[in-house]
């Protein structure tokens, strides 16, 4: 663990880094992070609030780990890897627009689903790896992307799509070893992938996301 | 879309999605959504809001709304209309017409030899040679009602053996898109082959990769389960290059763990559909360390 990153260990005391628009309710006697808006994969819900399973979401399980992800109610977001939508279903409950990224178009029917109830989600077909094809879409200045990507070189990733964000925005990454290479000790990779990031960014923070996902790390960075 | 006299010089719509030239019909900012880039972003909200496009944020989101929703559904609709069904169907019809046309060329040589003095140069010993054969055959002057006849028999075999390249061709083309890496892996036709025998991408994903290596060899499978024959170690497979290469002596291991990783990239090519180059390189290495057992590729 490099000097000057912050690393948290306190989990319980992490309520202050919820943004605007995120609780913690109690659903069939659980605690759980919940987020306001219509349900879309059979999750509990509780009147307008519906649970954000951390097992499910890299970013509710990097929430849960306490670590400050920066984010706030009503930022707008670009989402990589937005998959089926379970996610960024949840982001879109409380940020403003919202762009979800995601190149397989077997996932992103499930998505068209989600979109539907979310008037500022905006689904776009298109590979993370070039955001050459959505530049003319995505708003440049956004307050926060969010990477989830299973794929090779997902430092270059981040870095390709920083021209996207503002200034004193964040990246909040889930970093998954096995996608770099299965083969390695995840340990290395993430060393490997955090140094790359470093060229762009400013890593603020980062945690693993055990128990929740397996060989993954959470990080929050800002642009340099 | 705006007029000239716009007061400052920060708002032009460049290439954002909503710059359409003339007239907006139905889909046209869909289509620009799909096609279209910009060099950079932009604070596209503002400049839509600026240069008349919009009167303000909601009416943007609206309509952003409307044209990133209509152009995920066209994109995805158009990759599902290139679904594994079509496919199964053009790899029959490719298997179908390849082997009708042999099986009528055999005829025109065996009919076109009693009429005609045997052109030495067509008897070349290829698995192309009855067609080749019946190609010549097209090309001459009917004389007679009987010549009549066996050329305008031979000029089918030709069109047919013509369909077979046009429908293999369609099978190389569109197997990639419905099976990426099932088709980087195994080639696109042995890719098609083993969705046709499993009867779709989804069966055959839900298939243990022990099945899949021997599928195309049920008559073998079934000799061995009746109890008098050893197991088959390959079915359709057999056609790559990673088994029919490797020494005999490391097929079954070849073809075992050649059937292992086409089984995971069906499962990502059905569940996920995106790219994994990782899953050809791990299966990469492994055939490197079969092969390195006996010393280099097999006989």
């Known amino acids: ?224 | 879309m705006t007029d000239d006299t716009a007061d400052d010089d920060t708002a032009t719509a460049g290439d954002a999605w909503f710059a359409a030239e003339g007239p907006v019909g139905d889909g046209d900012l869909a289509d620009r959504v799909r096609e279209e880039s910009a060099a950079t972003p932009d604070d596209w909200p503002t400049v839509a809001v600026e240069t008349g496009f919009v009167d303000g944020e909601e009416e943007y989101e609206a309509a952003l709304r409307e044209a990133t929703l209509s152009a995920a559904r066209e994109t995805v609709r158009e990759r599902e209309r290139a679904d594994d069904q079509q496919l199964i169907h053009a790899i029959r019809a490719a298997d179908d017409a390849r082997r009708t046309a042999n099986e009528l060329a055999e005829r025109v040589a065996e009919w076109g030899g009693s009429l005609f003095e045997l052109d030495v140069d067509t008897e070349t010993d290829t698995s192309d040679a009855g067609v080749a054969y019946a190609r010549s055959v097209a090309d001459r002057d009917p004389d007679g009602p009987a010549e009549t006849r066996v050329v305008a028999l031979a000029e089918r075999v030709a069109t047919l053996a013509d369909e077979a390249d046009r429908l293999e061709t369609y099978v190389e083309d569109h197997t990639p898109v419905v099976a990426p890496n099932l088709a980087a892996m195994a080639g696109p036709t042995l890719a098609a082959r083993l969705c046709s025998l499993a009867g779709g991408l989804e069966p055959l994903a839900k298939k243990p990769s022990g099945t899949l290596q021997v599928l195309g060899a049920e008559d073998a499978l079934f000799a061995h389960l009746r109890g008098n024959a050893p197991s088959p170690k390959h079915g359709v497979i057999y056609t790559h290059d990673y088994v029919r290469n490797t020494h005999p002596a490391e097929r079954g291991s070849a073809a075992r763990a050649l059937a292992g990783k086409l089984t995971i990239a069906a499962r990502v090519d059905h569940y996920s559909g995106d790219r994994r180059p990782e899953l050809e390189e791990e299966l990469d290495d492994r055939m490197a360390t079969i092969r390195a057992r006996r010393g280099g590729d097999g006989e």
């Open chain 1, 1 to 224: 663990m490099p000097a000057g990153v912050a690393t948290v260990s306190d989990a319980g005391n992490s309520d202050r880094a919820l943004p605007d628009g995120v609780q913690r309710r109690t659903f069939d006697g659980e605690q759980s992070l919940a987020t306001r808006g219509e349900p879309v994969y059979g999750e509990p819900t509780d009147g307008p609030w519906r649970a954000w399973d951390p097992h499910r979401s890299k970013l509710a399980a990097t929430i849960e780990s306490g670590l400050d992800t920066g984010l706030a109610g009503d930022d707008n977001v670009l989402y990589l890897g937005a998959a089926n939508g379970t996610t960024v279903g949840h982001v879109a409950d409380f940020a403003g627009r919202t762009y979800a990224v995601e190149f397989a178009p077997r996932p992103v029917r499930d998505l068209l689903d989600v979109c539907e109830t979310r008037p500022r989600l905006f689904p776009l077909l298109k590979d993370a790896r070039e955001p050459a094809t959505y530049t003319h879409v995505v708003e440049s200045g956004v307050d926060a992307i969010v990477q989830d990507v299973a794929t090779r070189g997902q430092a270059a990733v981040a870095a390709r799509n920083a021209q996207f964000l503002a200034d004193d925005g964040r990246l909040v990454l889930a970093v998954k070893a096995r996608s770099e290479d299965v083969a390695r000790e995840p340990e290395a990779v993430f060393e490997e992938v955090c140094a790359e990031l470093r060229e762009t960014f400013e890593v603020l923070a980062e945690t693993r996301l055990e128990p929740y996902h397996d060989d993954h790390l959470a990080v929050v960075a800002r642009p340099r």
